[in-house]
């Protein structure tokens, strides 16, 4: 999906797409193995493209908003405002996605360190 795509869009449309693709996005649930590492980290390369779409998708939409009102294309205005709000919410989605991740992350960090610490005393 492009830019041009999001303009030609349905509303429903877009927020059943943004539904599917970025609030319904599959995060790894915990974070024992190297293998869900890797899994985590995959995601958050994917996380972080989806992020930078979207805030390109919501600068075009604050132009076209603009010129839309400057038309005095009220209609087409509203659904291009009802779109970035979409959009918006995608991009806070997937954000929240990515810190959860990376808090994940951190969490076993914090779990493999504690467990080497507590080895070492037992030494």
Do not use: W
Not at 24 to 37: C, H, N, W
Not at 100 to 118: F, G, N, P, Q, W
């Amino acid at each position: 999906m492009n830019i041009r795509d999001i303009a030609d869009i349905s509303v429903r449309d877009l927020a059943e797409y943004c539904d599917k693709e970025y609030f319904s996005f599959p995060i790894v649930q915990r974070v024992e193995t190297p293998d869900d590492l890797q899994r985590v980290s995959e995601q958050m390369g994917i996380l972080t493209g989806y992020s930078s779409f979207l805030a390109s998708i919501m600068s075009h939409l604050k132009y076209m908003i603009r010129d839309a009102k400057n038309d005095g294309n009220k209609e087409l205005a509203d659904d291009l405002i009802d779109k970035k709000t979409i959009i918006e919410n995608a991009f806070k989605s997937v954000n929240q996605s990515y810190a959860c991740l990376s808090r994940r992350v951190a969490i076993h960090k914090d779990i493999m360190m504690e467990l080497h610490m507590t080895d070492s005393i037992k030494k």
